[in-house]
Nanobody
Framework: VQLQASGGGLVQAGDSLRVSCTAS????????MGWFRQAPGKEREFVAA????????YYADSVKGRFTISRDNAKNTVYLQMNSLKPEDTAVYYC????????????????WGQGTQVTVSS
């Protein structure tokens, strides 16, 4: 199983950015997909998750209303659209997969990508 994240970069506060994660080696349409992030010196934290059926989405309070998770099962890809970015959104963003129900808990995710760096300057 491979989860390949991409799309990170350096942006200014208030800008938008979309990160993507393409999966291989699994039946993507059967998996809940999540995004987590880890800032320097901090623990990895939940950002957003989406069910295999597109019908359920969860967001961290810190990104609700600014970030949108979506997926395209035909392309084996999950997206995270990030708007109104803030310097505190700076982190490495990781995608993850689980056959469990949609969850905010890191321990419920079985597969992890390598991460993509998002840096927001003030």
């Amino acid at each position: 199983v491979q989860l390949q994240a991409s799309g990170g970069g350096l942006v200014q506060a208030g800008d938008s950015l979309r990160v993507s994660c393409t999966a291989s080696g699994l039946t993507f349409s059967s998996y809940t997909m999540g995004w987590f992030r880890q800032a320097p010196g901090k623990e990895r934290e939940f950002v957003a998750a989406i069910s295999w059926s597109y019908s359920v989405t969860y967001y961290a309070d810190s990104v609700k209303g600014r970030f949108t998770i979506s997926r395209d099962n035909a392309k084996n890809t999950v997206y995270l659209q990030m708007n109104s970015l803030k310097p505190e959104d700076t982190a490495v963003y990781y995608c993850a997969a689980t056959q469990d129900v949609v969850s905010r808990e890191r321990r419920r995710y079985d597969y992890w990508g390598q991460g993509t760096q998002v840096t927001v300057s003030s």
